[in-house]
């Protein structure tokens, strides 16, 4: 499996995971591409996602620029996400990326998780 770390979506193809912190269920992340943001948006009004630690929604878009396999990833409250729970998120990512068969897995990578990239990373290869 390939793997890449992004701040924007280079592939379309494989799985792209969209981490979701509480606070973006009101005000989405500027990196969400657009129809990114139309889905969470659908899906916090229909109370199909609420962004609980380790929450994971998988669907499938139709965008040609983006993969066709999408999956929001909760990921709690912004202040309490540290290195810890990145490998947590990364070892969810990495089974389900696993079980989904996917060869390429992309993930947009918020400014706040940036300074987690590598336990992220960590988690999802002992994930896998």
């Given amino acids: 499996m390939k793997i890449t770390v992004n701040k924007k979506v280079k592939s379309t193809k494989g799985l792209?995971?969209?981490?979701?912190?509480?606070e973006?269920?009101?005000?989405?992340a500027k990196i969400y591409p657009q129809t990114i943001k139309k889905f969470l948006e659908k899906?916090?009004?229909?109370?199909?996602?609420?962004?609980?630690?380790?929450e994971l929604l998988p669907t499938y878009i139709e965008d040609k620029k983006l993969p066709e396999k999408i999956?929001?990833?909760?990921?709690?409250?912004?202040?309490k996400f540290k290195g810890r729970k990145a490998r947590e998120l990364g070892g969810k990512l990495g089974k389900y990326a696993k079980s989904s068969d996917s060869e390429i897995l992309t993930i947009?990578?918020?400014?706040?998780?940036?300074?987690?990239?590598?336990?992220?990373?960590?988690?999802?290869l002992m994930g896998k």
């Avoid at 999956?71 to 202040?79: E, F, Q, R």
């Fill in 16 to 22: 792209m995971v969209v981490p979701v912190f509480k």
């Fill in 108 to 124: 947009l990578i918020l400014p706040e998780m940036a300074e987690y990239v590598e336990e992220l990373l960590e988690g999802i």
């Fill in 43 to 54: 899906r916090v009004k229909a109370k199909e996602f609420n962004a609980k630690k380790l």
């Fill in 24 to 28: 973006n269920l009101k005000k989405p």
């Fill in 71 to 79: 999956a929001l990833l909760g990921c709690g409250k912004k202040d």
